[in-house]
């Protein structure tokens, strides 16, 4: 949720003006930031809500988000039949419970877990995160205790390229957070980075597949055999958390041989987003652990589900059920062939804006879309003095295109880059139109004849979606 200041903003009205061609007679305006005193006709509703959230970008322009923005008809009529389902009541909707069950262990073979598996759906992969960590966290505890010893000082291990979801993990749940530095070369965690972090108190470490600035896979496999070689050696056995966001749903369709899933034994948990390369519409994560015993028992409710028994596990109580159903939907839909074809019909696209990116005198890339088709670029230090990839992410608005510039995570955010997440529907067509305004955004920025004149000095943030 985002947090809203409430305020008088100011603004040339209080009122919304209502169009007279569907209002009641004398209908003029409505109150904006407090509740109406009477009704209205619903057209009207509709109306002034239609047209507000017109006002947002066009979502197919978006080069910026990760979450899937487009499903076919048949996705979208299964959607508004089942738009009333709350997940929560497996008394009310035992088919949508079982579909979410049936989802959960798909994706644990898809994920190569050995045998018994838990999981579950979550409101996206920062609920997904949270429950990974929390089972990190709880099984720590556990383990201390009853050793004897102090429960005082957890610590998580990741690089300061994670996605916010792991500072609020940390901030929310009392984790000191260990963030290890990045470099412009290794822009990612890496063995040699991450062992001189880890202690005793050494909850687990997280390891992104598709870090979100950059697209990046960080090498699991090898940050696994640092911490096997760490226990042989000193018998702190440190579990690895897989944030698999994007890549979870990519590695296993593109990069099939690449081992970073549940065949390293020390991955206990993964997550991803079934609204980012999951392709489904917002409001879905997963969440699966290797063994059941990686989800300490206690942290699991237990709700009655016909009169029987149905363990839950997540933060949220009430949230939608149509998603989960839009995921199987997928899964049946596209199968493990649909998957492929269709992300690395997105790859494809990546790859080729990524080659003629790299072709401008005035770009240099940082990466180039094969591992998740996100990839992203800065500008080359001494090429203009006049103007910046803000600049150019405001040129590009004006076709319309929303492209995002942003400095670097900790330890190299002086510098700024540009990046671009291909999602199924941005068409190679699009791409090379999108190329020509880049072009044209590029040579309209070169022609200027000193700086270009900034709006404000407010310093740009992180972007962290
Ligand atoms: C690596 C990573 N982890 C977690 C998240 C949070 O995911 P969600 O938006 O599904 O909550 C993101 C979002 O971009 C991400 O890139």
Redesign the pocket.
């Known amino acids: 949720m985002t947090i809203h200041h409430v305020g008088r903003a100011k603004r040339a009205s209080d009122s919304l003006s209502i169009n007279p061609m569907f209002a009641r007679p004398g209908e003029t305006s409505i109150p904006r930031d407090r509740l109406p005193d009477g009704e209205m006709l619903p057209e009207t509703a509709y109306q002034i809500v239609h047209d507000e959230a017109m006002l947002d970008g066009n979502a197919r322009l978006n080069l910026a988000t990760?979450?899937g923005t487009w499903m076919e008809p048949q996705a979208a009529q299964l959607y508004s039949e089942t738009f009333d389902k709350n997940m929560i009541d497996k008394d009310e909707y035992p088919q949508t419970a079982e579909i979410e069950e049936r989802c959960v262990r798909i994706l644990a073979d898809l994920w190569h877990a050995p045998g018994d598996t838990i999981g579950t759906s979550a409101?996206?992969?920062?609920?997904?995160?949270m429950l990974g960590g929390l089972a990190f966290k709880r099984s720590w505890q556990l383990r201390r205790r009853a050793e004897g010893k102090s429960t005082e000082k957890p610590n998580l291990i990741m690089s300061s390229g994670?996605?916010?979801?792991?500072e609020k993990f940390c901030n929310y749940w009392d984790v000191e957070p260990r963030y290890v530095p990045v470099t412009l070369e290794n822009p990612g965690l890496t063995a040699e980075s991450m062992l001189p972090f880890v202690d005793e108190n050494t909850i687990g470490v997280v390891v992104?597949?598709?870090?979100?600035y950059t697209g990046l896979y960080e090498p699991v496999a090898e940050i696994a055999a640092a911490l096997d070689d760490l226990q042989a050696r000193t018998g702190l056995d440190v579990p690895i958390h897989v944030?698999?966001?994007?890549?979870g749903m990519i590695a296993p369709f593109l990069q099939p041989d690449l081992l970073w899933d549940f065949r390293l034994e020390r991955v206990h948990s993964i997550?991803t987003?079934g609204?980012?390369y999951g392709l489904v519409y917002p409001g879905?994560?997963w969440v699966v652990w290797r063994k059941t015993e990686y989800m300490p028992e206690e942290l699991i409710f237990h709700v009655s589900y016909l009169g029987g028994d149905m363990p839950t596990l997540a933060l949220n109580f009430s949230r939608p059920g149509a998603q989960v159903l839009l995921q199987y939907y997928n899964f049946l839909r596209l199968g493990r062939e649909g998957y492929r074809r269709v992300q690395q019909a997105s790859q494809d696209v990546a790859v080729y804006l990524a080659t003629e990116i790299a072709k401008f005198t005035a770009f240099s890339l940082l990466t180039d879309g094969t591992d998740i088709p996100v990839f992203a670029w800065r500008l080359n230090v001494g090429y203009t003095a006049n103007w910046d990839l803000a600049d150019l992410s405001e040129r590009l608005r004006h076709h319309g295109w929303q492209v995002p510039s942003y400095p670097m995570p900790a330890d190299i955010e002086d510098v700024t880059v540009m990046r671009i997440v291909v999602r199924n529907g941005f068409s190679m067509d699009l791409a090379s139109l999108f190329i020509q305004d880049l072009q044209r955004s590029v040579d309209y920025l070169d022609r200027l004849t000193g700086p270009m004149p900034k709006e404000s000095s407010a310093p740009a943030t992180s972007f962290?979606?």
């Open positions: 990760f979450v409101i996206g992969s920062s609920e997904a995160c994670v996605q916010v979801v792991w992104i597949m598709g870090v979100t944030d698999g966001a994007s890549g997550n987003s609204h980012k879905l994560g962290h979606h």
